[in-house]
Nanobody, 132 residues
Framework: QVQLVESGGGLVQPGGSLRLSCVTSGFTLDYYAIAWFRQAPGKEREGVSY????????HYADSVKGRFTISRDNAKNTVYLQMNRLKPEDTAVYYCATDPRGERFVIAAMHQVDGYKYLENWGQGTLVTVSS
């Protein structure tokens, strides 16, 4: 059974940092692209970043580029999202997700409006609140 469990969220002041973790089980992480999404109150879920399984290629939404870093440790079955210089507009529930059908589904979900609705596997989310 595919499972993804996020952790690491919390309350942080503007300019601060957090590291989110996505621990996976039920599948071999080496073969899967993983994405992070977020959903702010009253807003649609949006893609934040993804990392592929072949060569570690990464992609970031413009809103987080230069501040967030995604990485993976296949030996620990874990994907991380390091978030620096956090802003109030980063406040959201953060989810990790994947799809057994392959990387192209993860990429499509990142770039297409409502594409996230078609990804098969999601974690329960972790809340990040950026506020003074």
């Amino acid at each position: 059974q595919v499972q993804l469990v996020e952790s690491g969220g919390g309350l942080v002041q503007p300019g601060g940092s957090l590291r989110l973790s996505c621990v996976t089980s039920g599948f071999t992480l080496d073969y899967y692209a993983i994405a992070w999404f977020r959903q702010a109150p009253g807003k649609e879920r949006e893609g934040v970043s993804y990392i592929n399984n072949r060569d570690g290629t990464t992609h970031y939404a413009d809103s987080v580029k230069g501040r967030f870093t995604i990485s993976r440790d296949n030996a620990k079955n874990t994907v991380y999202l390091q978030m620096n210089r956090l802003k109030p507009e980063d406040t959201a529930v953060y989810y990790c997700a994947t799809d057994p059908r392959g990387e192209r589904f993860v990429i499509a979900a990142m770039h297409q409006v409502d594409g996230y609705k078609y990804l098969e596997n999601w974690g329960q989310g972790t809340l990040v609140t950026v506020s003074s």
